[in-house]
C-alpha cells in the first residue's frame, strides 16, 4: 500500500512484509516450543537497567521482557512484579535465574557477572552465571528489547539462545544478513 504525506508517496508495503515476517518468526518459535514443558523452560532474568547510580531494574510483566521470554520458551523470574522494577541482589538470590539477558539500555556487559566487578553486588552463586548463561541483547537498526523492526529477528535470537537444540537448523548468522538485505538493502559483513 500506499499513503500519501504532502505530496511526497511512502510506500509501506515493505512495514507490511517486516510485519508478515515477524508473525512467521512468531509461529515457527512457538512451534518449535509447543512440546517444551513448563518444567523444562529456564528461568530468566532481564537486566533492563544496571549501574551504579541507578541500580538494578528488571522486567515484570506488563513490560517487554514479558513477551520476550514468554515466546522465547522461558519463565519470567520477576513476573509477579509489573512493569520495570527495581530490585536487589536478595530478590536475584531469590529467583537463581538460569539465564539472564542485559538491555541495551544498560551499560553491563556478561564480563562484568562472570568476572564479578560490579561494585556492591555479588553475582559469583547465581546460575546463570556459574552457568555462563548470561547473554546481551543485540543491537541492529534499534536496541532489540524494545519492540522495533528487528522484532522478528530478537525472537528467533532468544529461542535459540535459551533452546540452542531446537533451534539447531537455523543459522542465526544468515537469517541476520539476509533479513538486512531484503528489509533494509544492506549487506553485512
Same mark, same amino acid.
Given at each position: 500500500? =500506499?499513503?500519501?504525506?504532502?505530496?511526497?508517496? @511512502?510506500? !509501506?508495503?515493505?512495514?507490511?512484509?517486516?510485519?508478515? +515476517?515477524?508473525?512467521?518468526?512468531?509461529?515457527?518459535?512457538?512451534?518449535?516450543?509447543?512440546?517444551?514443558?513448563?518444567?523444562?523452560?529456564? %528461568?530468566?532474568? @532481564?537486566? +533492563?537497567?544496571?549501574?551504579?547510580?541507578?541500580?538494578?531494574? *528488571?522486567?515484570?510483566?506488563?513490560?517487554?521482557?514479558?513477551?520476550? @521470554?514468554?515466546?522465547?520458551?522461558?519463565?519470567?523470574?520477576? =513476573?509477579? /512484579?509489573?512493569?520495570?522494577?527495581?530490585?536487589?541482589?536478595?530478590?536475584?538470590? =531469590?529467583?537463581?535465574?538460569?539465564?539472564?539477558?542485559? !538491555?541495551?539500555?544498560?551499560? %553491563?556487559?556478561?564480563?562484568?557477572?562472570?568476572?564479578? !566487578? @560490579? *561494585?556492591?553486588?555479588?553475582?559469583?552463586?547465581? =546460575?546463570?552465571?556459574?552457568?555462563?548463561?548470561? +547473554?546481551?541483547?543485540?543491537?541492529?537498526? +534499534? %536496541?532489540?528489547?524494545?519492540?522495533?523492526?528487528? *522484532?522478528?529477528?530478537?525472537?528467533?535470537?532468544?529461542?535459540? *539462545? /535459551?533452546?540452542?537444540?531446537?533451534?539447531?537448523?537455523?543459522? /542465526?548468522?544468515?537469517?541476520?544478513?539476509?533479513?538486512?538485505? %531484503?528489509?533494509?538493502?544492506?549487506?553485512? !559483513?
Amino acid at each position: 500500500g =500506499q499513503v500519501f504525506v504532502g505530496v511526497r508517496r @511512502i510506500d !509501506t508495503s515493505r512495514a507490511a512484509e517486516i510485519v508478515q +515476517y515477524g508473525r512467521d518468526v512468531e509461529s515457527l518459535v512457538k512451534d518449535r516450543l509447543a512440546d517444551v514443558a513448563q518444567e523444562d523452560k529456564p %528461568r530468566v532474568m @532481564i537486566a +533492563y537497567y544496571y549501574d551504579d547510580a541507578g541500580g538494578l531494574r *528488571t522486567s515484570g510483566s506488563n513490560f517487554f521482557g514479558q513477551y520476550w @521470554i514468554e515466546v522465547a520458551g522461558g519463565v519470567n523470574v520477576a =513476573q509477579e /512484579l509489573s512493569g520495570s522494577p527495581n530490585v536487589n541482589m536478595e530478590q536475584v538470590y =531469590q529467583w537463581n535465574p538460569d539465564v539472564i539477558f542485559i !538491555t541495551n539500555f544498560s551499560p %553491563r556487559l556478561p564480563e562484568d557477572f562472570y568476572n564479578n !566487578t @560490579i *561494585t556492591a553486588d555479588d553475582w559469583s552463586s547465581v =546460575q546463570a552465571v556459574k552457568s555462563g548463561q548470561v +547473554y546481551k541483547f543485540p543491537l541492529g537498526m +534499534y %536496541r532489540w528489547f524494545p519492540p522495533s523492526s528487528d *522484532t522478528p529477528l530478537a525472537v528467533l535470537w532468544m529461542g535459540k *539462545t /535459551l533452546h540452542p537444540q531446537l533451534f539447531a537448523d537455523i543459522d /542465526l548468522d544468515h537469517v541476520v544478513r539476509d533479513y538486512f538485505q %531484503r528489509f533494509y538493502g544492506v549487506s553485512l !559483513t
